[in-house]
């Protein structure tokens, strides 16, 4: 089981991810983007997270491409998702 402090490091990075892309409508971003920089024993709980993320629908899924499923910004939680990045 992920640590508390962990977890809330892996869910801000996500998001600062998503948002400094700007991915709310048609950008998108892959899982294993959302992975880089998040050390190594970490990322196995990255997907755990995103599911998460899911739930609380701040993250929805933009699609399956070729390369796996994307992710993106829910924009209806757009002031939700920026008091997240302002607690960082």
Wanted: hydrophobic letters at 35%.
């Amino acid at each position: 089981m992920v640590k508390k402090e962990d977890y809330d490091k892996i869910k801000k990075n996500i998001i600062k991810k998503l948002y400094s892309s700007k991915a709310f409508k048609k950008g998108h971003l892959l899982i294993e983007t959302l992975k880089r920089g998040i050390p190594s024993h970490s990322v196995g709980y990255v997907k755990d997270v995103l599911n998460d993320l899911l739930k609380e629908e701040l993250v929805i899924v933009y699609g399956k491409t070729k390369h796996g499923y994307a992710y993106q910004l829910n924009i209806k939680k757009l002031k939700e998702i920026e008091g997240i990045i302002d607690s960082i």
